[in-house]
């Protein structure tokens, strides 16, 4: 009796700690997810703060193109930026070192922004080139005719469907969506997917309103901010602890850029979306408006801290 009693007792503890168990799990899991889904501070809002122990550092700024520099069109072609944009990026990059990290082909990047004294990476870096070389860093040479017959069989597969549009660059394929009806659009992403399942060296990914086919190979706009800094940093003698760099971008690509500066000390990660989202950016901008008033902010602060040395 008495051992019943005792047995009875036992499975009451344990059912007790296993729900206050599964109630602190659950807590946790909760306070990340919000944690992970936080709208980040504006870094208009925290421009102070963010600048306060920049003086003396050596500025990288590093700036993707469509929904950051241009706004969102229907047309990729004709996703332009504003002269004030332009002017405000070109007078950053005379006093910083300042670099496009775009998913376009690097040809096409430079025709949009038009600004000479940029570095360039292009197709999420698999194309970048720094002001003063002639020669472009081609990570993904070897994949241009897998890239080219895939091409050919993502234009068959889709030719049907209205709206659909297939973007060719050197080291990738994009395929928007944006001008299909709603309920088409699933239609073009599995077609994507289920064409480049047949090239074992490329691989899908994901964009606003657009499939994104590239190489398997190593390279990624992450990469590509790695590798502009090192080069910069060997060519121009830069103490890197004592270089701040800066990555402004609004998509999915951009976050392998985050997650390089989020680790890195003096990395800074500024998303560029109004929704809550999953990011490794630290801060946020509403839209290309907001980014253009935070170039400007950042051009002024240079310009003073320039004039006190
Ligand atoms: O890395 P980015 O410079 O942001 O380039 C990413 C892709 O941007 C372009 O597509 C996007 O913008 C178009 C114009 O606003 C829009 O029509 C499309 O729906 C968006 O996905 C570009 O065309 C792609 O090549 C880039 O990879």
Redesign the pocket.
Known sequence: MCQLHTGHKNKTVWIVVGVAGGAVLLAIALLLWWWLLAKRPSAIDSFNKITANWQGKTIALFL?????L?P?????DE?YMSSEMREVVQELASLCATSVV???ARDK?ESFVMIENLHYAGS?GAEIKLIDETEAYEPARKYVPVINQARERLEEAIKEIKGASI?H?KFGI?V?Y?CVEEEEQELVKKLAKQTIKGFSELTVTK????V?VRPKAEFNKGFAVKYILEQLARKNNWDSSQVVAIFI???K??EDAFKVLWKRVGGLGILVNKKRKWTKASYSLEDPAQVQKFLQMLLSWKKKAEAEV
């Open positions: 993707d193109y469509d929904g950051t241009a969102k069109v229907d047309n990729p996703a775009s998913g376009r990047a999420h973007e660059k994009s928007h944006r964009g606003d309103k657009v994104e971008g609004d998509d690509t951009d």
